[in-house]
């Protein structure tokens, strides 16, 4: 039996499905996870408090898998994995789905001026022309990080003309490399972050980034907050330097509510609410934990296992 250690919220779409040589234990607590962690071979450690599941896989000393639904793993200790030989798989993809659709969502939001529509209609004020008339139809779009995210978001732009340029670490066909996007800016009038957040990757848009932009450009992140430098993103957005900036993310989260970015009106906030908009998560979750436990107890390669050096 393998002792594995999982958090209750996913018990009902696991529990009748788990082998029989695995010997679950559930948690439903802080306190229950720091219990059970130590004894855990296999985890799916997630929890809801900061700082949770970093302190909780430090003490599980007899991990030889870790999983976890999140996409980004900044938050695990990678270094005493490698140490250890810990394997780690995420949740990459899980959410990517609606993540594309959220982003051309936000990309018809911002082309056709929605939110001024929205808010003349809450005041019963009847608008005699549109805010916004850009059409998609031939617009460029520069995608970094072509992940299940970002390629999926490639995807569902194709049907509406959008020419897009995918960035990847390792470029393939027609794609830039980590080193190539930034003279290409200018080029484009929607820049899609999607990158995994790394050491490298931390305020990769900069007040540089954005000056090469279009003053027209519009800027998304869904990735991660520290992938933008926010101060300078304020100080473009407030001098119209670009058009407008989505942002699922931000940092910190929540954003304070006195923050700046909130009273932009270039700036539009979704709250990083792209991956949970959609009631799949957990059941994809739950399917891709259960695969991987017959590919461990068979001795084949695990999917989705993140590079422990390379941080994603």
């Known amino acids: 039996m393998t002792f594995t250690v999982i958090n209750g919220l996913i018990r009902p779409l696991l529990e009748s499905r788990l082998p029989d040589w695995v010997e679950p234990r559930w948690y439903m607590s802080t306190d229950e996870l720091m219990e059970l962690a130590p004894q855990a071979e296999i985890g799916w450690l997630d929890s809801y408090e900061d700082g949770a599941t970093e302190a909780a896989s430090r003490i599980a000393t007899k991990l030889r898998w870790i999983n976890t639904i999140a996409a980004g793993?900044?938050?695990?200790p990678l270094d005493a994995?490698?140490?250890n030989g810990v394997a780690l798989t995420n949740g990459a993809g899980i959410n990517a789905v609606t993540i594309?659709?959220?982003a051309v969502m936000g990309m018809l939001v911002v082309a056709k001026g929605y939110r001024q529509v929205m808010r003349a209609a809450e005041r019963h004020e009847w608008l005699a022309d549109s805010p916004g008339k850009v059409e998609l139809l031939g617009s460029k779009a520069l995608v970094i990080g072509a992940g299940a995210i970002g390629g999926g978001i490639a995807e569902r732009l194709a049907p509406f003309g959008v020419e897009v340029t995918k960035v990847r670490r390792t470029p393939g066909s027609g794609e830039l490399g980590p080193d190539d996007w930034r003279a290409r800016l200018g080029e484009f009038d929607w820049v899609i972050v999607t990158a995994p957040s790394t050491s490298a990757t931390e305020h990769m848009i900069g007040a540089d980034e954005l000056a090469?932009?279009?003053s027209t450009a519009t800027l998304m992140n869904?990735?991660?907050?520290n992938l933008v430098d926010q101060t300078a993103l304020v100080a473009a957005l407030k001098a119209r330097r670009i058009g407008a900036a989505w942002l699922d993310v931000v940092d910190p989260e929540p954003l304070p509510p006195e923050h700046e970015l909130w009273t932009l009106d270039n700036a539009h906030i979704s709250m990083?609410?792209?991956?949970r908009a959609q009631n799949m998560m957990f059941i994809r979750s739950a399917d891709r934990f259960l695969a991987n436990l017959d590919r461990w107890?068979?001795?084949?390669?695990?999917?989705?296992?993140?590079d422990l050096g390379a941080g994603y």
């Open 73 to 76: 793993v900044e938050h695990f």
């Open 81 to 83: 994995f490698r140490a």
């Open 100 to 102: 594309a659709e959220y």
């Open 212 to 214: 090469a932009m279009k």
């Open 222 to 225: 869904f990735a991660r907050g």
């Open 272 to 275: 990083h609410l792209s991956g």
């Open 297 to 306: 107890h068979r001795g084949e390669p695990l999917s989705h296992v993140v």
